[in-house]
């Protein structure tokens, strides 16, 4: 008699011939897109991330981000972040310093010689995204755009601005240095938001049985033997051998 249970394809929203070829032209789009970005602030000396966290720490109150709240912008672990920042801090684009109000926290701060990278770059990448996307959309395909992804996003989660503001040149020193510097948010030494070894594991097993784990081949063999034997399994109560002792009913 055949199951009567229904196919794992039941219950799959499949996409139709126009979803399939909106979702494909845009995964390849988006892929080709940032790559070409890329290489060409590469070839000015940065990366695209390399871009976005020297632009966010540009536009912050005091040319200063605290790490974590960084992290967040640009959608990076702490520990990625972590590394990159070092990696600008070897360049001399990046420094770090200790919070005084939070001795555990740190800020990532934009050094002059950052300023004058992010300064002399900027141009150059406004005009790779306005050559490469925005002179082949219309206004009201612009429009469009912005009102699906601001759906995509809030659908994701909470919203963070982690595109870069290409309205204009990046603020000057001295319009940062006039606000006052941020509050403290006390949120603590930087965490690395490793996964457990274990966790790792169990995801590469998959699904953990239920029950007690299933015994090798030796403990079974010794199971029997102990079956033939009238012994008591280990583990299991043993009778009371005390003198005068009852048996349990």
């Not at 871009?51 to 605290?66: F, K, N, P, Q, T």
């Not at 990046?94 to 926290?105: H, K, S």
Request: charged share 30%; net charge positive.
């Amino acid at each position: 008699m055949a199951s009567a249970r229904p196919t794992a394809d039941a219950d799959v929203r499949w996409l139709d011939e126009c979803e399939q070829a909106a979702w494909r032209a845009f995964i390849t789009g988006a892929r080709r897109l940032t790559e070409r970005l890329d290489q060409e602030l590469k070839a000015l000396g940065l990366g695209h991330d390399d871009y976005g966290v020297l632009v966010a720490l540009s536009e912050a109150d005091g040319d200063r981000l605290r790490m974590a709240e960084l992290a967040d912008q640009q959608v990076e672990s702490r520990s990625r972040l972590s590394h990159h920042i070092g990696r600008l801090e070897a360049r001399g684009l990046v420094a770090r310093e200790t919070c005084p109000e939070d001795r555990r926290g740190t800020w990532a701060v934009l050094t002059p010689e950052g300023r004058a990278m992010i300064e002399s770059v900027a141009p150059h990448h406004v005009e790779g995204v306005r050559r490469h996307l925005l002179d082949h959309v219309e206004p009201d395909e612009l429009e469009v755009l912005r009102r699906v992804f601001d759906r995509v996003n809030g659908a994701l989660g909470p919203a963070v601005d982690a595109c870069p503001d290409l309205s204009g040149p990046p603020p000057t020193p001295s319009a940062t240095a006039e606000r006052s510097p941020p509050r403290s948010r006390a949120t603590g030494a930087r965490s690395t938001h490793r996964t457990p070894l274990h966790t790792h594991r169990a995801r590469r097993r998959g699904p953990q049985r239920e029950g007690p784990a299933p015994r090798g081949r030796v403990l079974r063999v010794l199971d029997a033997r102990r079956d033939q034997a009238g012994q008591p399994p280990p583990g299991s109560a043993r009778p009371d051998r005390r003198q005068g002792a009852q048996p349990s009913p």
